[in-house]
Every structure is written in C-alpha cells, then in structure tokens.
Nanobody
Framework: QVQLVESGGGSVQPGGSLRLSCGVS????????MGWCRQAPGKRRELIAS???????NYADSVKGRFTISRDNEGNTVYLQINSLKPEDTAVYYC????????????????????WGQGTQVTVSS
C-alpha cells in the first residue's frame, strides 16, 4: 500500500521560509515521478512543482524562483523548499506520486498523479 506522509508546514511571516518533507512507503520511490500541489480556500488545486525520476524539475510560474523541489531516493523522501513566502502562498500543500509516469521531463498535469498525501497547512501572515 502506497503511503505519502507530509510534514514541515506551519505559520510564518511574509518573507519567511519553510521546508516541506514527504516520506513515501510502499512504492519503488526511485521509479516514481513526484510533485507538490496546493489548494487555497475557494481556489482550484494548483500543481506547483514536479520532479522526474532523473531529477529534472518543473515549476508553476507563481512559485518559480522561490520554491525548489528535490528528492532523496535513498531516503524515499521528496522535499519542497519554499522561500520568500507571500500571503498568497497560504494553502494546504499536498505531496503527489505517479506510479506510472516514466517521462524524462516531469509531469505537468495533476492527472498524471495517482497518489496523494494528507496535506500540510502553510499559513503566511504578519
């Protein structure tokens, strides 16, 4: 059974940083494309970062230059480093796993992901 467990969310002031982690079990992690999406109240889910098995990455324009996705294949963990936080980054952040995607470039659609974590809240306010 595939399980994704996020951690690292919290409340920070604008301009602050957080590092989200997602531990994966029950899957051959090194073979899986991974991603992060977020959902703010009243808004649609937004795919914000993806990383392919080979390490290539893709970001939404809204986070490019501020967020960094990375993976530790030995530790079965994917990370999201989020810097220069803004109030509009407030959302529940979800870790994503694709059990079938094998492309060199990372997925650019939420539809490619078939497993989700439970989510972790990030709140940015002064």
């Amino acid at each position: 059974q595939v399980q994704l467990v996020e951690s690292g969310g919290g409340s920070v002031q604008p301009g602050g940083s957080l590092r989200l982690s997602c531990g994966v079990s029950g899957s051959r992690f090194s073979f899986n494309a991974m991603g992060w999406c977020r959902q703010a109240p009243g808004k649609r889910r937004e795919l914000i970062a993806s990383i392919a098995t080979g390490g290539s990455t893709n970001y939404a324009d809204s986070v490019k230059g501020r967020f960094t996705i990375s993976r530790d294949n030995e530790g079965n963990t994917v990370y999201l480093q989020i810097n220069s936080l803004k109030p509009e980054d407030t959302a529940v952040y979800y870790c994503l796993l694709s059990s079938h995607y094998r492309g060199y470039n990372p997925p650019k659609s939420l539809n490619e992901y078939d497993y989700w974590g439970q989510g972790t809240q990030v709140t940015v306010s002064s």
